[in-house]
């Protein structure tokens, strides 16, 4: 197998074992064995749960991040219709450039927020990746008496975004609907963090012993992927005993 080849396909693998929280002796079975330890990788932890399809495209992003943009930009500029727009904005998110994606969410709505409820959710998402707390807010604002708003991520981060302004009652009112057990681990840790700030110490614990009680019945795979929120919720529980 091509030199290349194979770097690309350790280099997958370990992106994907990465992205999936998996046990740490497949890194060693990856970084030594390069070629039998990327196919055992492959087969068992890989083809079994996703088509073949997503393994490629995920390849070529580890590879090259920046084509899906660069293929999405061309399409834009062949047809610059709303959802060539919001597909080019999520490629850029998936690169983690928060500041392009913002662009080109706004360039498709251009200014009726009441257009697509959908994008000012990846709006709001960028504006609070950026810091931009006003903005978080203000598209919040656009969308919050939507039947899906209420216990959802955007709420969570309109929450963040209103302490942020000092605006502490309205920011717990809508960061506690994120708590909803068998899921939102990391909001409801944070949600925990916040309560213990403004002195909420048993509302807090309750949180988090339910998430370590959530966690005993995970299968293997989310296991994998919230472990190291796992493991926080823990240490946060010890420290307030």
């Not at 070529?60 to 919001?86: C, H, M, W, Y």
Request: aromatic share 12%; glycine share 4%.
């Amino acid at each position: 197998m091509p030199y290349f080849l194979i770097i690309a396909l350790q280099a997958f693998c370990i992106y994907h074992a990465i992205k999936n929280r998996n046990e740490y002796y497949w890194y060693f079975l990856i970084l030594f064995l390069p070629v039998i330890g990327s196919i055992i990788y492959l087969v068992t932890q890989v083809f079994n749960k996703k088509d073949l399809d997503v393994v490629q495209n995920e390849i070529v992003s580890v590879i090259n991040p920046t084509k899906k943009v660069n293929d999405l930009r061309k399409q834009v500029e062949f047809a610059d219709t709303f959802q060539n727009r919001v597909h080019l904005g999520d490629a850029f998110y998936e690169i983690d450039d928060y500041n392009a994606g913002i662009e080109e969410y706004e360039i498709a709505l251009k200014g009726n927020y009441n257009q697509d409820a959908g994008v000012v959710k990846k709006l709001l998402e960028g504006h609070y990746q950026t810091n931009q707390f006003d903005k978080v807010i203000f598209c919040a604002e656009k969308i919050n008496l939507r039947s899906d708003f209420r216990g959802s991520r955007s709420q969570f981060l309109y929450g963040l975004a209103l302490e942020e302004n000092g605006r502490s009652k309205e920011a717990e009112e809508n960061l506690k609907p994120i708590d909803q057990r068998y899921s939102n681990y990391k909001e409801r840790y944070v949600l925990a963090q916040f309560l213990i700030e403004k002195g909420k110490i048993t509302e807090a614990k309750d949180i988090l012993e339910e998430v370590i009680l959530e966690s005993q019945h995970m299968s293997k795979p989310n296991r994998n992927k919230y472990r190291e929120v796992i493991n926080d919720v823990k240490k946060l529980v010890s420290s307030l005993q």
